[in-house]
């Protein structure tokens, strides 16, 4: 008995971590944490390490332990360059994987040095994490030029898989269902810090009126004059960190995360403090897929289906048209080979190789390419690039466009 129980635990447990989910979602989610990370690191911010009185400089005991010191202007320029080239190839998609696993303790190491000059501080750490779960998870499978481009050249060679390629993985959740835990914990015991240093009495409303008077914010001033307001949002914040573990079931997220963003918008109006670092985390979260999906049917482009005709035995269309279905989120388009006799396209006779044949017109070579960009959202940022003087001749010479 004791035996079953146990495997249905381990059924459970790995049903959890390892149903399959969406590769888009954490392939989105990965650009946008470079992007915050890239952000908060702007010009000049770790520079301030090297620069201050060596009186003030206390390192913490990651620094000990590796014994570094204070560093130079220089060593911190070329640790935040080396940081940031490789979170632009991770964004890229360009050994995304490698590059966050590799600046991970870069990362590290220059936050180590901000908090050895002051006041330490923890909103960073979520991020840090994030880092590290989506170095290890599958985040370099969609929305990545390596990935594409590797998907793109097996096409040349070996002729198209799939298409569009599978967009799910029994490895895509737990990346984004780690970090929520991590999230959670930090949530939760700021709330168990507070009831074990004051206890119940933390909600009494006294506690906030005195943190808003000190802050001396106009909004946070308002709002100290409501003691019965501040008690009741006191009880809120109260529930929202001791609750934020129940965000583990999938189902009830949504609703922790939606009362994470009132926590960080009302501390930021009321007391000017802004976690913005962590709540820029929960954007992670968000189900880039069906967003864009939902947009396509919006703008009425999910209800424009698109034949992309193309000849199977072109090596170049295989992989134009490998690298068409990887942006095709919305599946917006339907591929159709030439040499498949059981399609009749006699309207696309004017296409050689590749085209775009729908109810109005046919289109063919490049400005198939060029119309297809336009119909297929995640293609958008593309576009400028598309109508670049010069950019149809070097598709043909790079053998991408036809």
Wanted: glycine content about 10%.
């Amino acid at each position: 008995m004791s035996g079953h129980a146990g495997r249905r635990i381990v059924t459970a447990w790995r049903r959890y971590w390892f149903t399959p989910a969406s590769l888009t979602d954490l392939g989105v989610s990965r650009i946008v944490l470079v992007a915050i990370i890239l952000y908060l690191n702007g010009p000049g911010r770790y520079v301030r390490v090297a620069v201050v009185d060596p009186a003030l400089w206390s390192p913490v005991p990651l620094l000990q332990v590796l014994g570094i010191g204070q560093p130079s202007v220089t060593a911190i320029q070329w640790m935040s360059l080396a940081s940031n080239m490789l979170l632009a190839c991770a964004a890229l998609g360009l050994l995304a994987r490698p590059a966050l696993l590799t600046a991970l303790p870069l990362l590290l190491v220059l936050e180590a040095m901000g908090n050895s000059v002051g006041k330490v501080t923890h909103a960073l750490i979520p991020l840090l994490y994030a880092v590290l779960f989506f170095g290890l998870g599958p985040s370099d499978r969609a929305f990545s030029l390596g990935a594409m481009w590797g998907r793109a050249r097996a096409a040349h060679r070996t002729g198209l898989g799939s298409l569009p390629p599978s967009r799910t993985s029994a490895m895509a959740g737990w990346p984004l269902d780690l970090l929520f835990v991590e999230l959670a914990a930090f949530y939760f015991f700021a709330g168990v810090s507070k009831l074990r240093d004051a206890g119940p009495a933390w909600m009494d409303g006294y506690t906030l009126q005195y943190h808003l008077l000190f802050k001396d914010a106009a909004a946070g001033a308002w709002l100290a004059g409501h003691l019965w307001l501040c008690a009741l949002l006191s009880v809120l914040v109260m529930a929202f960190e001791l609750g934020s573990p129940l965000g583990v079931v999938r189902r009830l997220r949504p609703l922790v995360l939606s009362g994470g963003v009132l926590f960080h918008l009302g501390t930021t109006r009321f007391m000017g403090i802004s976690f913005w670092p962590v709540a820029a985390l929960y954007a992670l979260f968000v189900p880039w897929g069906r967003l864009g999906c939902a947009l396509a049917r919006a703008t009425g482009l999910a209800h424009r289906r698109l034949d992309v005709v193309y000849d199977g035995g072109c090596a170049g269309c295989r992989r134009l048209v490998s690298l068409l279905g990887d942006l095709d989120v919305a599946r917006t388009a339907r591929f159709v080979d030439l040499a498949d006799g059981a399609h009749d396209h006699r309207r696309s006779t004017a296409c050689t190789s590749f085209g775009v044949v729908d109810a109005r017109r046919t289109t063919a070579g490049f400005d198939a390419f060029r119309r297809l960009a336009w119909v297929l959202p995640a293609a958008w940022p593309m576009l400028p690039l598309l109508y670049v003087p010069g950019v149809r001749r070097l598709g043909r010479v790079i053998r991408i466009l036809p």
